[in-house]
């Protein structure tokens, strides 16, 4: 996969938690209470493209974030 891909979806998933006002570690704990075993370090590592993003991991976050897939892609 490309390692460009992975920095812009990450920096994008960084911008749209900033707007919702979330910090990472507020991120991961809504995420885990939903279910997804991810760690604040794990989500780091995701918003600045060193970690891939797992599908389920997508749906959680448009789910906990309330926002839309597209919001993943601008």
């Known amino acids: 996969m490309d390692k ?33 075993d991810i760690t604040r370090s794990a989500l780091a590592k995701i918003e600045v ?3 891939h993003i ?3 991991e997508i749906k959680l976050l448009k789910t906990v974030m309330k926002l839309d897939y597209d919001d993943f892609f601008i």
């Not at 812009?8 to 910090?23: D, E, K």
Request: hydrophobic fraction near 35%; include cysteine.
């Open 4 to 36: 460009n891909y992975d920095e812009l979806f990450g920096q994008n998933i960084r911008r749209m938690r900033r707007a919702v006002g979330m910090t990472q570690e507020q991120l991961a704990v809504k995420l885990q209470l939903a279910g997804c």
């Open 49 to 51: 493209g060193q970690r």
């Open 54 to 56: 797992y599908p389920d």
